[in-house]
């Protein structure tokens, strides 16, 4: 299930907790705190992140190195940049090679989907 969450966390954590939703999540055009990443990691719901990470001012930009990796997507969403730029500030923000960055994200997806 892909969701799209405006200043809506809390109900979501609780809803997945009332549900025991055993289905994956997807939250769409994250941009949380810290905290956030750690609560909705903690309950396996999958953060994906888009063109905010190109914006320092960002709480995402800061709690983006946060987010475990087997629990990250990333996209463009409506933003008229592509989805490279997204990918690179990503790689940069992680410290990291993007090929390996790129590779993470598919394994990612490969799960997600069984493929």
């Known amino acids: 299930m ?3 969450d405006v200043r809506s966390h809390n109900e979501i954590l ?13 939250l769409h055009g994250f941009s949380g705190t ?8 903690g309950q396996e719901i999958y953060l994906s992140v888009g063109e905010s990470l190109l ?3 960002r709480k ?8 475990d990796l087997n629990f990250l997507f990333l996209e463009t969403d409506m933003a008229e940049i592509e ?5 690179e500030a990503a790689a940069n923000l992680l410290e990291m090679d993007l090929s390996a960055l790129k590779t993470r994200i598919f ?4 799960h ?4």
């Open 55 to 57: 914006h320092s001012e």
């Open 107 to 110: 394994s990612n997806f490969a």
């Open 112 to 115: 997600l989907f069984k493929l």
């Open 2 to 4: 892909i969701l799209h």
């Open 34 to 41: 810290e905290q956030d990443v750690k609560q909705f990691i």
């Open 60 to 67: 995402i930009y800061k709690s983006f190195k946060f987010i």
């Open 14 to 26: 609780a809803l997945r907790k009332k549900l025991k939703a055993k289905q994956p999540w997807i």
């Open 83 to 87: 989805v490279e730029k997204v990918y």
